[in-house]
Nanobody, 125 residues
Framework: QVQLVESGGGSVQAGGSLRLSCSAS????????MGWFRQTPGKEREGVACIDNRGNTTYADSVQGRFTISQDNAKNTLYLQMNSLKPEDTDTYYC???????????????????WGQGTQVTVSS
């Protein structure tokens, strides 16, 4: 089992920045894709950003150029730097981990092994 715990969410005005962190513990492994998705109950999940062990990254069109995903394998931590935030970025953000050997691709967020409890991000206009 792997436990993922997100932190760093909060409230910010439009144009501001937040940095989300995700700490992994338990039977962790590094040779898999990790990412952030966001979801509101009743709405479709959106894959925000993904990174894999080949260094590939993918971003949703809606956040391209504003968000940056990174990871520190030594600390088992995943990050999401969010700049130029917009009210439409308001959502619950989840950290996720794929199967060993998994890579980032267009619909990476539909096949996940683990995800956290989520952290709320609220952007006011």
């Amino acid at each position: 089992q792997v436990q993922l715990v997100e932190s760093g969410g909060g409230s910010v005005q439009a144009g501001g920045s937040l940095r989300l962190s995700c700490s992994a513990s338990g039977n962790t492994y590094n040779n898999a894709r990790m990412g952030w998705f966001r979801q509101t109950p009743g709405k479709e999940r959106e894959g925000v950003a993904c990174i894999d062990n080949r260094g590939n990254t993918t971003y949703a069109d809606s956040v391209q150029g504003r968000f940056t995903i990174s990871q520190d394998n030594a600390k088992n931590t995943l990050y999401l730097q969010m700049n130029s935030l917009k009210p439409e970025d308001t959502d619950t953000y989840y950290c996720a981990l794929g199967r060993p050997g998994s890579l980032c691709y267009s619909f990476w967020y539909r096949r996940l092994e683990y995800w956290g409890q989520g952290t709320q991000v609220t952007v006011s206009s």
